[in-house]
């Protein structure tokens, strides 16, 4: 709704700057005259907070701002798909005034016939109960959202800090969706053995408060999610190093990452090489030439890292 009043703001302004201006003070930031400070009626989570300041919440829009995450893009994405339609629909209401008038019909509407409901849990049971409820509704949550928050829930407020810049460097490095999950997965595997990613949650929330706490937890899956891009990547100066990752990857051996990960956090380099080798050698001995079940490779290589 934000994202649409600025719309909204920013076509009006076009036509008449002091309406813009009652937008932007009454539902989207004001000026503080006692203090001198800005005050926002919204403001997003660490990695976008900035971002959605300057090129939605400034009036006039800071629109040189360039956005640097994927959620960075959506922003900008949901900003130029409500222009575009506010633009049909001045134009079709005839522009000039009409438009003017139809732009604010649209903000009356928004103004007089929505409502936000705001749901605040006393502790910290309850909250996951209606966390766990919406998601079972239909509004879909990945498990990487899941665990994220719940390491945030029980972690320190003195450690948040840290904790969202460490999920912020694996989002980086991993992506948020899909290419997180596997490295959560792989990096669970590598420490605990192997977990199923619909069961994946539910093992992680369980075992957590008593294996690790959140703050190191973080930090793990972050050195791992290093790791994975290089491996994804074959970012490595080691030639030979690079040939073996490139051989997991033609292979199609996923189950041999969780076993890189887990050397990555123990052994040297050459090390991490000579136990590459040994299990490319194996792969192709048993899945290719002799064709053997792979499930049985699979659990080898998980025991192996763990």
């Excluded at 090489?273 to 040994?278: E, F, G, P, V």
Aim: charged letters at 25%; one cysteine or more; hydrophobic letters at 40%.
């Amino acid at each position: 709704i934000s994202i649409l009043l600025a719309a909204l703001r920013d076509k009006i302004c076009e036509y008449k700057a002091d309406a813009a201006q009652q937008i932007q003070d009454q539902y989207i930031a004001f000026v503080d005259h006692l203090t001198g400070d800005r005050v926002f009626k919204v403001e997003l989570n660490l990695f976008d907070r900035a971002f959605f300041r300057d090129y939605i919440q400034c009036f006039p829009r800071l629109a040189e701002t360039r956005p640097q995450k994927n959620s960075h893009n959506l922003i900008c994405k949901a900003y130029a798909y409500f222009q575009e339609k506010l633009l049909e629909g001045w134009d079709k209401a005839g522009g000039g005034k009409k438009g003017f008038e139809w732009a604010a019909h649209v903000t009356q509407t928004l103004r007089e016939h929505m409502v936000l409901v705001t749901v605040t849990s006393n502790n910290e049971r309850s909250a996951a109960a209606i966390f766990a409820t919406l998601n079972d509704r239909g509004i879909g949550l990945s498990t990487v959202d899941l665990i994220r928050t719940y390491v945030l829930q029980n972690a320190p407020a003195t450690q948040r800090e840290e904790i969202l810049q460490c999920w912020d460097e694996v989002f980086n490095a991993c992506g948020s969706t899909i290419g997180a999950e596997t490295l959560i997965r792989m990096s669970w595997v590598a420490q605990h053995g192997d977990v199923k990613a619909r069961a994946l949650y539910r093992v992680v929330s369980e075992a957590l408060p008593d294996a690790v706490s959140a703050l190191d937890y973080s930090r793990r899956v972050r050195g791992d999610a290093v790791f994975y891009r290089q491996f994804r990547d074959g970012d490595t100066d080691d030639s030979e190093l690079q040939e073996y990752w490139l051989a997991f990857r033609t292979l199609g051996f996923n189950a041999g990452l969780p076993t890189l990960i887990a050397a990555n956090r123990r052994f040297a380099q050459q090390e991490q090489k000579s136990l590459a080798q040994a299990l490319i050698a194996l792969v192709i001995r048993h899945n290719i030439v002799c064709s053997l079940d792979r499930a049985k490779s699979e659990s080898l290589a998980y025991s192996i890292a763990r």
